[in-house]
């Protein structure tokens, strides 16, 4: 089997117009052509920060072939997506050199930026919304790079839509606006009952007094006492709990896939020390994102413990409203 080549650098427009209009058409052949952003991050040359490469490619939808790549640190300008275009014409991975009939994008501003040098070349461009092909190609070259090295995605979730996660990211911009870790102490956990909603009450404590703010909600009280008053190793500590939690840190420190969901949607970030995490640990097992009815447990107490400092930090019923409705809930301190 041959190598797989590497297409070359094609020539600055107008010569490169020159040398495709010599290349055969093929009318029964068409691309497939996108801008991604690479679904991980790359160490920064000398040590500088991490990045996530943009990677723009061109397919064949025909042939399922992948014909020209180039990967840049920062967005590719038009003339730099141009130029890939160009590549896959004169000097494809796979192939002999042709034009195609028809090259499709994902976006009304990728066809801006190729449309008019493909017309000029008897080329036609069309924005298609069904990308599939290119999907599989962008799928299969950015496996090496593997994934997130945490926890799955809020927007991987079963049953989770992608309103029910900004909620999510909105109410934990409030929670850490409020910054309830200033005042609350944090061995002393908040009680929380929603009366027939909840059939047995759940323990908040908020965290971050010494850093890494956010809050853990269980549903054992007597687990809850024994992590806090018993000493032990976080390794100790980590195999014995059982809870869902609300943490922040930086963009790296995210799931990539919530993290361009919350670029495309503008789900809020008030800090770029708090993009928020949601959590579920279980005992023995490797943290993952929350199950739908985890995490309406955990807005919820992000929510109610959020409105609870606001009121002074005093025994109280309050309202708080999800998506699926309006949930009445009571708070107060216990003692351990």
Excluded at 127 to 156: C, H, K, N, W, Y
Excluded at 300 to 311: D, L, N, Q, S
């Amino acid at each position: 089997m041959s190598k797989r080549k590497k297409s070359k650098s094609a020539p600055p427009w107008p010569e490169s117009k020159i040398l495709i209009e010599r290349l055969p058409l093929d009318t029964d052949d068409s691309w497939q052509a996108a801008i991604r952003r690479l679904p991980a991050w790359v160490e920064g040359e000398n040590g500088g920060d991490p990045y996530r490469p943009w990677l723009s490619l061109v397919t064949s939808r025909t042939r399922g072939w992948i014909l020209a790549q180039r990967m840049k640190k920062d967005f590719p300008s038009s003339e730099s997506f141009w130029e890939v275009i160009a590549e896959a014409m004169l000097s494809p991975i796979r192939g002999r050199p042709h034009r195609p009939a028809l090259v499709e994008v994902g976006s009304g501003e990728l066809r801006e930026a190729i449309a008019l040098r493909l017309g000029a070349l008897g080329v036609g461009c069309a924005v298609q919304d069904d990308i599939t092909a290119m999907d599989r190609s962008f799928e299969a070259l950015t496996m090496p790079f593997g994934r997130d090295s945490g926890f799955s995605a809020l927007v991987d979730v079963r049953g989770l839509s992608t309103d029910r996660a900004g909620r999510f990211f909105e109410a934990a911009a409030r929670f850490y606006e409020a910054a309830p870790w200033e005042f609350a102490p944090s061995d002393a956990p908040i009680r929380l009952e929603c009366p027939g909603e909840w059939s047995k009450p759940f323990f908040v404590v908020v965290i971050g007094q010494a850093g890494c703010p956010g809050l853990c909600v269980y549903d054992d009280l007597d687990l809850l006492r024994s992590i806090i008053l018993e000493a032990g190793s976080c390794e100790e500590v980590a195999a014995r709990t059982s809870a869902v939690s609300l943490t922040y840190g930086e963009a790296v420190e995210i799931p990539v896939r919530d993290l361009d969901a919350a670029e495309r949607y503008g789900w809020p970030v008030v800090d770029a020390e708090a993009y928020p995490s949601a959590m579920r640990m279980l005992p023995g097992r490797p943290p993952r994102a929350p199950e739908p009815h985890e995490l309406e447990v955990l807005e919820t107490c992000i929510r109610a413990v959020t409105e609870y400092f606001a009121r002074g930090a005093q025994p109280a019923a309050l309202t708080v409203h999800l998506a699926s409705g309006p949930r009445t809930v009571s708070l107060r301190w216990v003692e351990l």
